[in-house]
Protein backbone atom coordinates (compact mmCIF):
# COMPACT_ATOMS: atom_id res chain seq x y z
CA UNK A 1 0.00 0.00 0.00
CA UNK A 2 1.57 3.46 -0.71
CA UNK A 3 1.25 6.22 1.06
CA UNK A 4 1.92 10.09 -0.05
CA UNK A 5 2.05 12.78 2.52
CA UNK A 6 2.93 16.41 1.16
CA UNK A 7 3.73 19.19 3.54
CA UNK A 8 5.29 22.82 3.16
CA UNK A 9 2.50 24.49 1.58
CA UNK A 10 1.55 27.79 3.09
CA UNK A 11 1.61 31.72 2.48
CA UNK A 12 4.31 33.36 0.75
CA UNK A 13 4.31 36.80 -1.16
CA UNK A 14 5.08 37.38 -4.86
CA UNK A 15 8.78 36.58 -6.16
CA UNK A 16 9.18 34.15 -3.11
CA UNK A 17 9.85 30.79 -2.90
CA UNK A 18 8.81 27.92 -1.18
CA UNK A 19 9.67 23.99 -1.03
CA UNK A 20 7.23 21.44 -0.88
CA UNK A 21 7.77 17.81 0.42
CA UNK A 22 6.11 14.36 -0.46
CA UNK A 23 7.14 11.36 2.12
CA UNK A 24 6.41 8.25 0.19
CA UNK A 25 5.56 4.98 1.99
CA UNK A 26 5.01 1.68 0.11
CA UNK A 27 7.11 2.32 -2.75
CA UNK A 28 9.78 -1.04 -4.34
CA UNK A 29 12.48 -0.67 -6.25
CA UNK A 30 11.08 0.01 -9.63
CA UNK A 31 11.71 3.51 -11.77
CA UNK A 32 7.75 4.49 -10.58
CA UNK A 33 6.73 7.60 -11.78
CA UNK A 34 6.26 10.36 -9.16
CA UNK A 35 4.43 13.89 -9.66
CA UNK A 36 2.91 16.81 -8.39
CA UNK A 37 -0.45 18.66 -9.33
CA UNK A 38 -2.31 21.80 -8.66
CA UNK A 39 -5.81 22.72 -8.49
CA UNK A 40 -6.61 26.35 -8.45
CA UNK A 41 -10.22 27.05 -6.94
CA UNK A 42 -12.57 26.76 -10.09
CA UNK A 43 -10.00 25.20 -12.53
CA UNK A 44 -9.67 21.63 -13.33
CA UNK A 45 -6.44 19.74 -11.99
CA UNK A 46 -3.42 20.76 -14.15
CA UNK A 47 0.33 19.07 -14.30
CA UNK A 48 3.21 20.49 -12.65
CA UNK A 49 5.93 18.26 -13.05
CA UNK A 50 7.22 14.68 -12.69
CA UNK A 51 10.34 12.40 -11.80
CA UNK A 52 11.48 9.07 -12.42
CA UNK A 53 12.00 7.34 -8.50
CA UNK A 54 15.18 5.68 -9.37
CA UNK A 55 16.49 7.45 -12.04
CA UNK A 56 15.68 11.20 -11.64
CA UNK A 57 14.61 11.96 -15.28
CA UNK A 58 12.11 15.43 -14.97
CA UNK A 59 9.47 16.66 -17.16
CA UNK A 60 8.07 20.01 -16.08
CA UNK A 61 4.85 22.21 -17.51
CA UNK A 62 5.87 24.96 -19.63
CA UNK A 63 4.01 27.32 -16.58
CA UNK A 64 6.79 26.34 -14.08
CA UNK A 65 9.79 25.48 -16.85
CA UNK A 66 12.77 27.08 -15.17
CA UNK A 67 11.14 28.53 -11.98
CA UNK A 68 9.92 25.19 -10.23
CA UNK A 69 13.19 22.22 -9.29
CA UNK A 70 11.57 18.60 -8.77
CA UNK A 71 13.97 16.08 -7.15
CA UNK A 72 13.79 13.09 -5.25
CA UNK A 73 15.86 11.14 -2.35
CA UNK A 74 15.12 7.60 -2.71
CA UNK A 75 16.80 6.81 0.33
CA UNK A 76 14.62 8.76 2.48
CA UNK A 77 11.79 8.44 0.46
CA UNK A 78 10.87 12.16 0.19
CA UNK A 79 10.15 13.64 -3.59
CA UNK A 80 10.48 17.58 -3.04
CA UNK A 81 9.42 20.44 -5.42
CA UNK A 82 11.44 23.75 -5.00
CA UNK A 83 9.17 26.57 -6.04
CA UNK A 84 10.58 30.22 -6.82
CA UNK A 85 9.97 33.07 -8.11
CA UNK A 86 6.21 32.54 -7.30
CA UNK A 87 3.26 34.69 -8.50
CA UNK A 88 -0.20 34.71 -8.27
CA UNK A 89 -1.00 32.31 -11.30
CA UNK A 90 0.79 29.31 -8.15
CA UNK A 91 -2.14 29.62 -5.96
CA UNK A 92 -3.31 26.12 -5.66
CA UNK A 93 -3.56 22.89 -3.34
CA UNK A 94 -0.45 21.15 -4.54
CA UNK A 95 -0.63 16.87 -4.84
CA UNK A 96 1.92 14.50 -5.11
CA UNK A 97 0.94 11.10 -7.17
CA UNK A 98 2.50 8.22 -8.07
CA UNK A 99 2.17 6.43 -11.45
CA UNK A 100 3.17 2.82 -12.94
CA UNK A 101 5.33 4.98 -15.58
CA UNK A 102 6.77 8.24 -16.02
CA UNK A 103 3.84 10.18 -17.67
CA UNK A 104 1.98 13.83 -17.39
CA UNK A 105 -1.43 12.07 -17.38
CA UNK A 106 -3.41 12.79 -14.25
CA UNK A 107 -5.57 8.99 -15.53
CA UNK A 108 -2.19 7.35 -15.08
CA UNK A 109 -1.71 8.14 -11.57
CA UNK A 110 -3.11 5.42 -9.08
CA UNK A 111 -2.33 6.96 -5.93
CA UNK A 112 -2.57 10.13 -4.37
CA UNK A 113 -1.51 12.29 -1.28
CA UNK A 114 -4.38 14.64 0.29
CA UNK A 115 -2.37 17.90 -0.59
CA UNK A 116 -1.14 21.32 0.77
CA UNK A 117 -2.06 24.53 -0.50
CA UNK A 118 -0.33 27.32 -1.51
CA UNK A 119 -1.22 30.80 -1.12
CA UNK A 120 0.89 33.68 -3.17
CA UNK A 121 -0.56 37.34 -2.19
CA UNK A 122 0.49 39.65 -4.73
Known amino acids: QVQLVESGGGLVQAGGSLRLSCAAS????????LGWFRQAPGKEREFVAA????????LYSTSVQGRFTISRDYVKNIMYLQMNRLNSEDTAVYYC???????????????WGQGTRVTVSS
Open 97 to 111: AKAPRFTQSSSVYTD
Open 51 to 58: ITWITGST
Open 26 to 33: GLTFINHG
